[in-house]
């Protein structure tokens, strides 16, 4: 078995079908006003960097950071694929994006998930992120559960 997580483009047949599976999920849990998920050619602007991690070359996860002007960022597009789960891809994904955030010198990384995701949010704690209020453009739901970890002092540690 050998996982990869390497910056790509989104816009890639495989991608995409991993992107529409995290849709698919998504829409299971939330109805569309809850749903905060950017397209694929929102996950290509300039300001987004997209990791996708790869199991055997197939694409199974992926992840992406939208870069503020302010010293911040914030974590999109966090999906693992339920066949990849349990080879810690969602780790080296929220490791790989931590380290990026690092390198452009970010101080705080923001992130919205949705409290169903229960797995999601176990891991976001385990690695330190800890539950604030909106951030950037959000408002304050039922939908969302807004999470914040300060990276600059723990260096690109995951």
Known sequence: MTVTIATEHPNQPDVVALIGLSDEY????YPPEGNFAVDVDALSKPDISFL??????????????KWFDDGSAELKRIFV????????????????????????GVNRLYLETGPLNVEAVGLYEA?????CGPFADYEENPHSLFMVKDIQQQGAKA
């Open 26 to 29: 998504m829409a299971s849990l």
């Open 52 to 65: 996708v991690g790869r199991l055997d070359g197939k694409a199974v996860a992926c992840g992406a950071i």
């Open 81 to 104: 694929h339920d066949d990849a789960r349990g080879h810690g891809i969602g780790r080296k994904i929220m490791a790989a994006l931590q380290a990026l955030a690092t390198e452009r």
């Open 127 to 131: 690695l330190g992120y800890r539950q």
